[in-house]
């Protein structure tokens, strides 16, 4: 097989361009049709960058030392390109065989993207920033160790002012990033500085939740009460009191319902965050709010509209927007059914159901898979936040109905 022709170009990627206004400088390497985007750790001013020339112009105070580096990176690259088998070989030879903790990240993070998994890209790319916030732009695996993990957990406590429970995240996501590297062969096992350093535990989190008596009380509210027919408020009720009988159910997964999603007295989904099958068995309550939205032309509740889903990324942030429109609506109809307002949210649909299911003497197993839970210990976590009583029979039970009809769990 004959040695790809590889290119390479330092280029903008205003993308990354920062609050300050400055963008980064990377060195772009192209090799049968795949690229691949290495920082060179240089930010400037784009009106200091001349594109054409691939180098900064000569108006930045330092251009020469800057474009000095820029020449010195570009030659080196060239000089690996003329034996790589790929756009990644070059990358990899630059950052010094197994590569750099940086450069790494942005791999890992590149390949959540190319993935879809849009959330979890972004969520890493914050991680990343705050990394480089706390301890420089370009890391080598050895510059990483016990004592700047607790710089950087300080770091997150007291300068990005994030609380416990971010804190344990974003150094899970840091972790989870040095156990991949490891599996790919980037990292020695004995390299992993989390071998001598214990992460801060997760906080007990009080999960706000409605009793059965809270959630009747919102589904009987009516104009003599202020609620205004065909109102958002309206709609927010009916979402959330749908959710909440259609045994705690996300709102994403609420939001993407169709019309044919109900079967009889079930509703047939596939979970949104999991991709798992569901149908589960609606009680009344959830039967009289889906007949009243059955004539929805698309989706069963008007959350989204006709071409939502052309791409993954733009269906989430659709989601996402129309969540926090009626998490807003759920406080003033929270208002006018008496309850308080504070914390209420959709997703409190799901932690009032997994309550009640348990406080009537729920089966765990049957709760797990009513949740869509990939195992038992996950619901155990979620019910946790709650008391601490024993938990134990769920399903049609719960709404006082038996159902006829079996199906797979």
């Known amino acids: 097989m004959s040695t790809p022709r590889i290119t390479t170009k330092l280029v903008l990627r205003t993308s990354k361009t920062r609050a300050d206004g400055k963008v980064p400088v990377y060195l772009r390497i192209t090799a049968n049709r795949k690229t691949r985007m290495r920082s060179t750790g240089i930010y400037v001013e784009p009106k200091h960058w001349n594109g054409r020339r691939g180098e900064v112009r000569a108006s930045h105070d330092i251009s020469d030392a800057l474009n000095a580096k820029l020449r010195d990176l570009l ?5 690996h ?5 790929s756009a990644e070989a070059v990358v990899s030879e630059l950052d010094g065989g197994a ?3 940086t450069g790494y990240f942005e791999r890992f993070i590149a390949s959540l993207e190319e993935k879809g998994a849009h959330w979890e890209w972004k969520k890493y790319r914050t991680t990343l920033a705050k990394l480089q916030g706390c301890l420089g732009k370009e890391l080598s695996w050895d510059a990483v160790g016990r004592e700047q993990l607790v ?3 300080c770091y997150l406590r007291s300068v990005r002012k994030n609380s416990p429970n971010t804190v344990h995240k974003e150094l899970t996501r840091l972790r989870r990033v040095y156990k991949q590297a490891i599996r790919d062969g980037a990292l ?3 390299q992993d500085p989390f071998l001598v350093y214990e992460k801060p535990k997760r906080q007990r989190i009080e999960r706000r939740k409605l009793t059965l008596e809270e959630v009747e009380r919102l589904a009987a509210l009516g104009k003599e009460d202020g609620l205004q027919p065909g ?4 709609l927010a009720r009916d979402v959330f009191v749908f959710a909440f009988y259609a045994v705690g159910m996300r709102f994403g997964d609420v939001a993407l319902l169709k019309g044919d999603s109900i079967k009889g007295d079930r509703v047939e989904y596939r979970m949104m965050k999991t991709g798992t099958p569901m149908s589960v068995p609606l009680s009344e309550p959830a039967l009289r709010i889906a ?3 059955a004539d929805a032309d698309t989706y069963l509740f008007p959350l989204l509209k006709k071409g939502d889903e052309r791409d993954s990324v733009h269906l989430r942030r659709r989601i996402a927007s129309r969540n926090a429109q009626i998490n807003a609506a759920l406080k003033r109809v929270a208002r006018l059914a008496g ?7 959709m997703h409190v649909a799901r932690h009032s159901f997994a309550d009640y299911a348990r406080r009537q003497g729920g089966n765990l197993y049957a709760i797990s898979k009513s949740l869509g839970h990939s195992n038992l210990q996950t619901t155990e976590t979620y019910l946790k936040s709650f008391d601490r009583d024993a938990v134990d029979g769920l399903a049609d039970q719960l709404w006082g109905k038996k159902s006829t009809q079996k199906h797979d769990g």
Request: overall charge negative; aromatic content about 6%; glycine content about 6%.
């Open 231 to 234: 109102s958002v408020n309206v």
């Open 291 to 293: 007949d009243v939205y």
């Open 75 to 79: 030659l080196e690259a060239q000089q």
């Open 81 to 85: 390109a003329l034996d790589a088998s």
């Open 339 to 345: 309850l308080e307002p504070e914390g209420l949210s």
């Open 188 to 190: 020695k096992p004995a």
């Open 99 to 101: 590569g750099s903790l």
């Open 151 to 153: 710089r950087f957990e």
